[in-house]
């Protein structure tokens, strides 16, 4: 997650509203224009507004710089392939550090790629023929191997002939006397060969195709390679056989060819002579010994420019791309062909201006310019972009409500709150000590080793947990803290604060969780007692206590909402809001849901008996009807009056009121976009388009429609908001059984086998499903449901989040990024 502003501690007002914004106009001469707008990048504290919006990428000012830019990195990209092939890393650190000026860098980019361009396409020539001599190489040994085992045989035979002839003859006597060969010249056979390797894969299909299309004509031989060999034409280690086709005629031959050719097999000339075979090895191994020297050279010589490359390529990478973002930020400037200078428009924040203009100061001195840039600021009715200063720990936070929507310029931001009440919400689900403590321990080794994980590459899982490091460690603080409330380490009671305040009523009594229990000492003196956990009549209810808790936590959390949207309007400045929204919100949502928070507060300090859902639910249907037993306080039936009536009243007060206001209060607006602070050259100011000054007219249906909407929403949202925060009663109440199963079905079951490797698998499977279940699947969930309880139930009482995020300019985001 990005973290805008600087590493340290941020001004704790800083993120209740957004910063200042002001727009503002810069008048940069062209010979400091480049230099101005790279320090402008180094503060990174100015948003530019594109003024040629309406011109294409192609017919921008600074289009061919862009695309010179865009050539380079593509260089550079080929260099950090070739040094990932090579498995070399790019290094920050040179020996040699020279400032190398945007032309002299492309020039240099430029050899470079010649260079190992050359150097590649080389050494791929050199590579092939070295594998095609390895392959000649085999061809000839295994192929001289046949005409050897030929020739053997054919020997052999004629010697077992000889022996057995009567006349005295030698191998050089033909088989045909001179007289038939002449008088029979059809007799003469003379067989030709062809040799090569095939893959071996292909070996049967070669064979049989060789058969069927030459119909059997042809002797075939093969011999397999038993190590893989690089074929030269894909460079890939494949497996072959080596293959001697002996044929008879030239159609023979060309069908021979083209079937070799189809399959992919590699041809080699063998001499029929054995002798010359020899010699040919020979010689082949001779040249393979040259080009292997040939080609280590050409490796080592490769790798030392790749070398030099990785020494200078991190720098020269960001500057490319800081280049391209100083031209993609000129071709956002309109130009003054007149006066010789670039008008820049930007909004940044207040605070912001004496850097700005230190850094335009710097830019002119540095740029030897005799005319300084102008800076000054605009008024303008456009919204500004929304900028809050986060540090690493706010900064996640952050980001869960933008997430949800970026907050409106000056809008009160719920990120503040949500440090401490997400975290809260999400441990009210989650309530377990034990289970925060792991979770704790986790996030404490993402904390104490964020500098070495944030610069390595983490997976995405691994990566967001990485960004919610301290969201998590919230959690799990919070969570411990419930968790001691509630009384649960892995869902067992422990009397850690002191002994039980109930006891048996007389010795028969064994079993604390049942009925039989009085209080016989003083109160626990924190959070609850281990005696409630499992109770069943007498007691209070530990289930009871956590959904009555729920229903108040929801409460206040919408009545906070519902005050943030006082301070809303009451910051700019919106009386209607204040009257016709908060004022009757409130009315409606104490009067029902804030009485029965107090109810409830009421029942739990008088230890009354009354039945809520009783009162609750007759206070609308029979509201003049005695209490009786239900009474908690005198007065309760007026004041139950007073409330319903307050309530019914409150829904027209939200309906109708508020569009004709507004019907009244209805002015034209200016049609001026904005105008300079101080009277100028008019000139350079940017006039406002046709949209800006276009305003519709005022539709009353409409207002009106909206607002019945709205109160609709919130009178129906009211109720089903309210319902919607029993979830933190009904997940605290899954994790807490699911915890209670894995311990007493698996743990303690195991246990009770006393046996060594039983109770081994026992505690095996046990911390597999608290790890797989309740702290990481259960934590997802509490973690989601909470997102949701701040999102919907609270966050729509003020939040508009209709805003957009503050963009700057700023060579720090550039450097962070992945091209």
Partial sequence: MAEQGGGGCCPPMDLFRSESMQLVQIIIPNESAHRTIDYLGEIGLIQFKDLNAEKSPFQRTYANQIKRCGEMARKLRLFKEQMSKAGLLSSSVSATQVDLSFDDLEVKLGDLESELIEMNANGDKLQR????????????????EFFHIAQ??????????????????????????????????????????????????????FERILFRATR???????????????????????EKNVFAVFFSGERAKSKILKICDAFGANRYSVPEDL?????????????????????????????????????????????????KSIYHTLNMLSI??????????????????????????????????????????????????????TNKFTSSFQEIVDAYGVAKYQEANPGVYTIVTFPFLFAVMFGDWGHGICLLLATMYFILREKKLSSQKLGDIMEMTFGGRYVIFMMSLFSIYTGLIYNEFFSVPFELFGRSAYGCRDPSCRDSTTAGLIKVRDTYPFG????????????????????????????????????????????????????????????????LFGYLSILIIVKWCTG???????????????????????????GQKTTQLVLLLSALVAVPWMLLPKPFLLKAQHTRHQGQSYTALQEAEESLLVESSDDSGHHEEFEFSEIFVHQLIHTIEFVLGAVSNTASYLRLWALSLAHSELSSVFYEKVLLLAWGFNNVIILIIGIIVFIFATVGVLLVMETLSAFLHALRLHWVEFQNKFYEGDGYKFSPFSFTLIDGEDE
Avoid at 222 to 236: L, N
Avoid at 355 to 371: F, G, K, P, W
Wanted: aromatic share 8%.
């Fill in 129 to 144: 023929s070295y594998n095609e001599l390895v392959e000649y190489k085999l061809v000839l040994q295994k192929a001289g």
């Fill in 152 to 205: 053997s045989s054919a020997e052999a035979l004629h010697r077992e002939h000889a022996s057995n002839q009567t006349g005295e003859q030698s191998l050089e006597t033909p088989l045909l006397s001179e007289q038939e060969a002449v008088t029979d010249p059809s007799k003469q056979v003379k067989l030709g060969f062809i040799t090569g390797l095939v893959p071996r894969e292909k070996s049967m299909a």
């Fill in 216 to 238: 059997g004509n042809v002797f075939l031989r093969q011999a397999v390679v038993e190590e893989p060999v690089t074929d030269p034409v894909s460079g890939e280690k494949v």
């Fill in 275 to 323: 002798g010359k075979q020899a010699q040919m090895i020979t010689e082949v191994s001779g040249r393979i010994s040259e080009l292997k020297t040939t080609i280590d050279v050409g490796l080592v010589h490769r790798g030392n420019l790749l070398q030099t490359i990785g020494n200078q390529y991190d720098r020269w990478n960001i500057l490319v791309r800081k280049e």
């Fill in 336 to 389: 003054d062909v007149t006066r010789k200078c670039l008008v820049a428009e930007g909004w940044s924040p207040v605070f912001a201006t004496k850097q700005i203009q230190d850094a335009l100061q710097r830019a002119t001195h540095d740029s030897n310019s005799e005319v300084g840039a102008i800076f000054r600021v605009l008024r303008t009715r456009e919204m500004p972009p929304t900028y809050f200063r």
């Fill in 528 to 591: 609850v007692d281990p005696a409630w956990h499992g109770t069943r009549s007498e007691l209070p209810y530990l289930n009871s206590l956590k959904m009555k808790m729920s229903i108040l936590l929801g409460v206040a959390q919408m009545n906070l909402g519902i005050i943030l949207s006082f301070f809303n309007a009451l910051f700019f400045r919106n009386g209607v809001n204040i009257w016709c929204q908060f004022v009757p919100q409130m009315i409606f949502l104490n009067a």
């Fill in 608 to 634: 009354s008996k009354a039945d809520l859902y009783h009162v609750m639910i007759y206070m609308f249907l029979s509201p003049t009807d005695e209490l009786g037993e239900n009474q908690l306080f005198a």
